[in-house]
């Protein structure tokens, strides 16, 4: 393909006292220091079996060996049985579901098992939810304090579609979309690494698409095969080049690198087992080949006449979400968004007093510094939206300024 080769070091990954002491092994021909993951946006494509998830999940349990926090959106289970590989790992349910905030606090590795959640739009709010407490918390923390965390969004056309689908609410939509921009154009510079798996990369929203860390696996669809030829460079023709794409074997992939080298590889397996594989012949063969059966036995559902058939609905399952104590920090926060000008003295009595009071003077120092940040940052945009349209809605206002429309709403009356 002429594509140019990277050295690759020959000492195996945990070498002491080597650069190569934090290389991930991916392929017998890929290793890739760690630190050269962080912050850098990846994304794996192709169909269904082609190897995706297991590189998806290959890599997130390399990384994961060196204590670097996770967070695992599993819209099909694919990922639940990488939690017992992860050092710090754990298996988010409706009842037991960790904040952005824990995450960070206590490094946790954190598989979201979405389908514990009643429906699509339940789970895209906890997707957002988790993903803005990640940025609203790793942005108050100082610079030299901030740790890396992997975001991992799986089936990603389906929650940010270039397109808006049905399935799920356009609100929803839209807060899918705002949350992984936020990710994409500001979680560099707070550790945070977004890493996308997609069946159509042709489908998936290009505003979350920045350059990083590419793996082409096989398609043969038309659409995707065009997209991946916008990435890929090679000596061959597009006809050439779509029909070794399609015809790549499971795990095959074209695999670019930031700075533009590519090269094509067959990655490990994972070490977990993939659970949710669809089924096959084998598993009939298993369960039935020895399983006496008798040709002459009848079968038949009772037929039941209407008036008989009233249907009594299972009672709704009461769900009883576990109430996590609000901190001290929050508790400030809270306050301060109230009024900005209380004292560290205040604030110590109005949290009753168990923290200490150096603690709550540091926390107020932090606060107030970001909360003038953003309003000052927010005010401005506005300011500058209605110095070229004073007349403009409210909606409008709220787009332009990138700001929620309360905020649209409150700086508009502070310039009038």
């Known amino acids: 393909m002429g594509m140019p080769q990277r050295r690759i070091t020959s000492l195996p990954p945990g070498s002491a006292g080597s650069a ?16 050269q993951v962080i912050g850098q946006q990846v994304l794996a494509a192709g169909v269904q079996g082609s190897g995706k998830t297991n590189f998806g999940v290959l890599f997130v349990e390399q990384l994961a060996q060196y204590s670097v926090p996770l967070v695992i959106f599993d819209k099909e289970s694919d990922w639940e049985s990488a939690v017992d590989v992860f050092p710090r790992g754990v298996l988010a349910t409706r009842d037991n579901c960790p904040s952005g905030q824990d995450v960070l606090d206590h490094g946790l590795q954190v598989v979201y098992a979405l389908s514990s959640w009643d429906d699509e739009d339940e789970r895209a709010r906890l997707i957002c939810s988790v993903v803005s407490q990640l940025i609203s918390w790793a942005e108050c923390q100082p610079m030299n304090e901030r740790v890396p965390c992997l975001i991992v969004l799986d089936e990603a056309s389906y929650w940010l579609p270039q397109r808006r689908g049905t399935s799920l609410s356009v609100d929803s939509y839209k807060q899918l979309a705002e949350a992984f921009k936020n990710v994409s154009s500001i979680g560099r510079k707070r550790g945070l690494t977004p890493m996308y798996l997609t069946q159509k990369i042709s489908q998936t929203s290009k505003a979350v698409l920045n350059p990083g ?5 096989r398609t043969g669809l038309k659409n995707d095969l065009n997209a991946y030829l916008e990435y890929i460079h090679s000596e061959l023709t597009a006809k050439q080049m779509k029909a070794r794409i399609a015809a790549f074997s499971d795990g095959k992939a074209i695999v670019l690198l930031p700075g533009g080298q590519q090269k094509i590889v067959t990655f490990h ?15 009939a063969l298993n369960k039935y080949a020895g399983m006496p059966f008798d040709k002459s036995q009848r079968y038949g559902t009772p037929v039941i006449a209407p008036e008989q058939a009233v249907y009594t609905p299972e009672p709704e399952p009461v769900h009883v979400y576990p109430v996590k104590p ?82 649209a709403r409150l700086h508009r009356g502070k310039t009038e």
Request: aromatic share 6%; charged share 20%; glycine share 4%.
């Open 20 to 35: 190569s002491s934090k290389m991930m092994d991916l392929s017998p021909s890929l290793q890739i220091d760690v630190d």
């Open 213 to 217: 860390i590419f793996a082409f696996f």
């Open 269 to 283: 397996r994972r070490k977990s087992e993939h659970i949710s594989h669809t089924p096959k012949s084998q598993a």
């Open 326 to 407: 609000v901190s001290a920090y929050q508790q400030c926060e809270i306050l301060l968004k109230k009024n900005l000008l209380l004292t560290a003295e205040e604030l110590h009595q109005m949290t009753g007093g168990t923290i200490g009071l150096d603690t709550i003077t540091n926390y107020r120092r932090m606060l107030v510094a970001h909360l003038r940040n953003s309003y000052g940052a927010i005010h401005a945009r506005v300011l500058a939206v209605l110095q070229v349209d004073a007349e403009i809605s409210d909606t409008d206002l709220a787009k332009h300024a990138n700001c929620t429309l309360d905020q």
